[in-house]
């Protein structure tokens, strides 16, 4: 068992199997100039400023060998899976499956539908596309967490309301126990970011838990010297 100090109390952790970090949208699109998130009027650099702490706990996952998922928000190249009130949103210039500066926009498989480069997915780590906010919806992300026996999720990515929200919601309400890294998320909008946190974690952690990246690193390494002690002592006791 490992328990990380959170809002509204601690999340326990059962063990380490169940776990997996889910990085929700850190793709060009969002986080890049001329990207869907920009074509859409809003200032990335809000965004940027997670990378390195997202990074972080992504290499403490990597380290201890846990399971993680990125998902990406995209669109088949026929607009199929697009539905027309998503298309006609907005009044931008730019529309999703316009060509922009980084290809068509929001499109799966063009350069601005990428994982931005400092947090490229590895071989043995499952991107989940989607055609909408959550990360359940049309997707095969809840067969993919059955199959690894998966009952507990963190969350980091972007943005905080949207994206990370919805897909938090979806899988609050399939049984999931999540936990939102505050300092690993953002919003283009911090007034909105600050909101969510205080959402997903009223009334008893309705929709989940919130902590920092510092206290998921240092618990998932003291559980590594915990390992490390009983490894030893299996040892000297053999
Ligand atoms: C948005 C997302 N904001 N990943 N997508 O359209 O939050």
């Known amino acids: 068992m490992v328990s990380i ?41 809000q965004l940027r400023q997670i990378v390195p702490t ?16 990125h998902t990406l928000e995209g669109h088949q190249s026929d607009l199929s899976d697009c539905p027309p009130s998503k298309l006609k949103r907005g009044k931008s210039q730019l529309k999703i499956g316009d060509l922009g500066k980084m290809g068509r926009i929001l499109i799966l498989g063009e350069p601005g539908n990428e ?4 947090l490229q997915p590895l071989p043995n780590e499952v991107v989940i596309p989607k055609p909408g906010k ?19 999720l963190i969350f980091t ?10 897909t938090m919601r979806e899988a609050n309400d399939r049984g999931y126990e999540c936990l939102l890294v505050e300092d ?41 010297d915990l390992e490390g002690k009983i490894t030893t002592n299996n040892r000297a006791s053999v």
């Open 54 to 69: 997202v990074r972080q706990i992504l290499d403490t996952f990597r380290d201890r060998g846990l399971s993680i998922f």
């Open 134 to 152: 959550g990360a359940f919806y049309q997707t095969n992300l809840r067969s993919c967490l059955q199959q690894q026996g998966i009952t507990h």
């Open 115 to 118: 994982i931005i480069p400092e």
């Open 5 to 45: 100090p959170a809002q509204p109390y601690d999340y326990e952790l059962p063990s380490l199997d169940r776990v997996a970090l889910v990085i929700i949208d850190m793709q060009r699109d969002f986080l890049e100039s001329g990207g869907f998130g920009e074509v859409l009027g809003n200032e990335i650099g």
């Open 157 to 166: 990515g972007v943005t905080t309301e949207v994206c990370v929200q919805t």
């Open 184 to 224: 690993a998320t953002a919003s283009y909008f911090p007034k909105f970011k600050q909101s969510t946190l205080e959402m997903i974690r009223a009334q008893g952690g309705i929709v989940g838990w919130t902590t920092t990246s510092n206290q998921i690193i240092q618990a998932l390494s003291l559980d590594r």
